[in-house]
């Protein structure tokens, strides 16, 4: 896969992780949509690495879906343990 389709998953998965974990973010739209961004390039880096399973050509494979998606949900919810709710209600 291409860089810019890294990005679009990325941008996907972190609507996904928003999704799964509703509730105000630190950073907004912006932030969420760089973690998400992030978390693709993480679950797909760790799921080649560590979990032996590398990362397909095609956009449309479910394990690099689900280990985008699962990065996405794992820096999200860093973020929120490292800057909680830092906007006003």
Known sequence: MSIISWI???LLAG???KF??????????IGTTL?????????????A?????PIANEFYDGAT???AIG???VLLIGYRLLFGHSRSR
């Open 8 to 10: 679009v998953l990325g």
């Open 15 to 17: 609507a996904i992780a």
């Open 20 to 29: 799964l974990l509703p509730g105000r973010d630190p950073g907004g739209l």
């Open 35 to 47: 973690i998400g961004v992030a978390g693709a390039f993480i679950g797909g880096w760790i799921s």
């Open 49 to 53: 690495r560590f979990l032996d399973r």
């Open 65 to 67: 879906w689900a280990a």
């Open 71 to 73: 990065g996405s949900l």
